[in-house]
């Protein structure tokens, strides 16, 4: 935070450099065609297992419904050598039901805060729910950004927030979400990632999207924030971690968000203190797929507690 | 000015949409004298793969379409049949100059319309109201299973697919179906019908290629709640034990002896029940 803080937007970019929009598409189009078989599938999936924030964001969540997931989140499958998931991600008022279950496991609770998801009340309002899910047990809080404020081109106020709300959070670890379906360009995604990360400390995440809008994490989007990361690691020696959000619904997609990462910051990212996935859907179809690897045969999804029904 | 010729890719019918193997692969087709006739996909067990989760996103609305909007969209199947029979017809004397194609293709346009009329009616044939001594209305319904997996026979290349195919998909099941492997060009044409005839994508699903590519995949699937198989003793024995791990439905018809696709009772209210599961509710009454 020594540097001078950027005022506008156009003085930002040219300091961090712009992004080639054509570039980055051709390079992740390059991702979805790595062959990952049979032994390094396997490995690739329980990864992502490993990675996963096992999420629920809805208005019609109970206690009830959070208790189940964070017994999933604990025990995704029957074969013990399928891992727990990183995190369950949760409104802030059920973080202390999720904290009776995880109290002394590995599965850390994350909760959304700061007036998710669209971050459109008070700083007051958001800092003291930020306190109120800390001093609820959350391991991890998730802010949003305020998107309307870096649109309209107010960086200062953005980035004085993050740091506000990192102050609130004390030691509990911080997930910058940028929304970057909100964010309109690359460079801009570029632009708030690096303003995020200027007042994050290290292990705290950068986040592409809540999950509420229209788009969500994409290949692109996920490869603009890798390189981002990469690029202030090289230049402060300082690790920030990634979590795409939203979306990845597929054993597919993750590995190629993987095959990503491992291309772009390489194995040290390669863990769950580095990489994370926000999903719901996702860890279902990892542990299909892992349990088609090990028998051979194809699954049906109602087995791993998809909607269940005749189809 | 002499013009190129526009020669067809064979494509298969798979979600709706027209695809070519996930493989790439393909093996020649001949004409009964042996001469080149086009390229078929040779489908594997991922384009298989493929198809079950087409078929699945498919079948829950196509079971609740309405019994009457079934019978009229296989009705519709027929219709779209009718208009193309004469080049049905020619794709079944190109691989068997024998066969009585025109026979086959009107048998098949009728077989259609049969199984139309039925969408509506096997279900108060089926189900029952059952008398029981306690104070219960007690009454039995007939639900879809979900995903079929059907391997068509090797002759009658189209009334034989069809005749296997209708019987599922009248009660609201989704298929995928593996065509004949010496006669494939009609099941190409069929996809093609099916297109264009107001069935929902995904709710047929045709493949070709070898049985050896597809059976072993199509026995063990465990989404795939049935397989209706024209097998032999060999490949009958290989899809039970596949089938048994996830207590998969089996009902076959034994391709030692020529199947009458043209008998009386190659088609009816039978068929349509292999592929039927029964719910019985209690329901308190009177007390």
Redesign the interface.
């Known amino acids: 935070m020594a540097r001078s803080n950027p005022i506008s937007l156009r003085s930002l970019i040219s300091e961090i450099g712009p992004v080639d929009q054509v570039g980055i598409e051709e390079r992740v189009a390059k991702y979805i065609t790595r062959s990952i078989k049979k032994a390094s599938k396997v490995q690739a999936l329980k990864l992502a297992v490993s990675m996963v924030d096992l999420t629920t964001l809805e208005g019609k969540d109970t206690p009830g419904k959070v208790a189940s997931l964070c017994l999933k989140a604990l025990h995704p499958h029957d074969d013990p050598s399928i891992p727990s998931t990183a995190a369950v991600c949760v409104y802030p008022r059920l973080v202390k039901h999720a904290k009776k279950l995880l109290r002394g496991s590995s599965v850390k609770i994350a909760s959304v805060a700061t007036a998710f998801p669209s971050g459109q009340a008070p700083l007051a309002t958001r800092l003291s729910e930020v306190r109120a899910a800390v001093s609820d047990g959350a391991d991890e809080i998730d802010m949003v950004i305020s998107r309307g404020a870096f649109l309209a081109g107010e960086l200062a106020l953005v980035q004085d927030e993050i740091a506000a709300v990192r102050d609130a959070c004390g030691k509990t670890t911080l997930k910058a979400i940028l929304e970057t379906s909100e964010l309109e360009t690359y460079d801009n995604i570029r632009a708030a990632s690096f303003l995020a990360m200027r007042v994050l400390r290290p292990g705290d995440f950068i986040k592409t999207s809540t999950g509420k809008t229209s788009s969500n994490a994409t290949l692109g989007n996920n490869q603009v924030m890798l390189e981002a990361i990469r690029d202030f690691y090289l230049e402060t020696g300082t690790e920030i971690a990634m979590k795409p959000a939203g979306g990845i619904r597929t054993a597919k997609q993750a590995i190629q968000f993987l095959i990503a990462v491992k291309e772009t910051l390489g194995d040290a990212w390669l863990n769950n203190a580095h990489y994370r996935f926000g999903a719901s859907a996702l860890l279902n179809d990892l542990v299909r797929q892992l349990v088609k690897e090990k028998t051979g045969a194809y699954q049906a999804p109602y087995t791993f507690s998809e909607a269940s029904g005749s189809y | 000015m002499s013009r190129l010729p526009i020669t067809k890719t064979p494509k298969c019918f798979l979600g709706g949409a027209f695809i070519r193997s996930e493989s790439g692969r393909v093996y020649e087709h001949k004409d009964s004298a042996g001469a080149f006739v086009c390229n078929i996909p040779l489908c594997t067990r991922k384009d298989l793969?493929n198809a079950?989760e087409a078929a699945?996103k498919a079948?829950?609305g196509w079971?609740k379409r309405s019994a009457y909007n079934r019978g009229q969209i296989l009705y519709r199947i027929a219709e779209m049949l009718e208009s193309r029979a004469d080049e049905l017809a020619a794709a079944i004397s190109l691989t068997n100059p024998n066969a009585a194609a025109s026979r086959e293709v009107r048998a098949a346009i009728d077989r259609t319309v049969h199984y139309a009329g039925w969408t509506d009616k096997y279900e108060s044939l089926l189900g029952s109201v059952n008398p029981v001594s306690t104070p219960h209305f007690n009454f039995t319904v007939m639900?879809?299973?979900?995903?079929i997996g059907i391997l068509a026979p090797e002759e009658s290349p189209l009334l034989g697919l069809l005749s296997m195919i209708l019987p599922a998909i009248t009660s609201g099941n989704?298929v995928i179906a593996l065509a004949s492997h010496g006669e494939p060009y009609p099941s190409i044409l069929l996809g093609e019908i099916l297109a264009v005839s107001d069935l929902p994508g995904g709710v047929v699903n045709l493949l070709t290629g070898t049985r050896a590519d597809i059976l072993p995949?199509m026995a063990?699937?465990?989404?795939l709640?049935a397989v209706y198989a024209a097998a032999n003793k060999s490949e009958r024995t290989e899809i039970q034990q596949?089938a048994a791990?996830?207590v998969k439905r089996t009902v076959f018809l034994p391709s030692e002896k020529p199947i009458d696709w043209f008998a009386d009772d190659a088609q009816g209210l039978y068929h349509i029940r292999h592929f039927l599961?029964a719910k019985t509710t209690w329901h308190p009454v009177g007390v």
């Open positions: 793969r079950v699945a079948g829950p079971a639900e879809p299973m979900g995903l989704t995949t063990t699937h465990a989404h709640r596949g791990e996830h599961e």
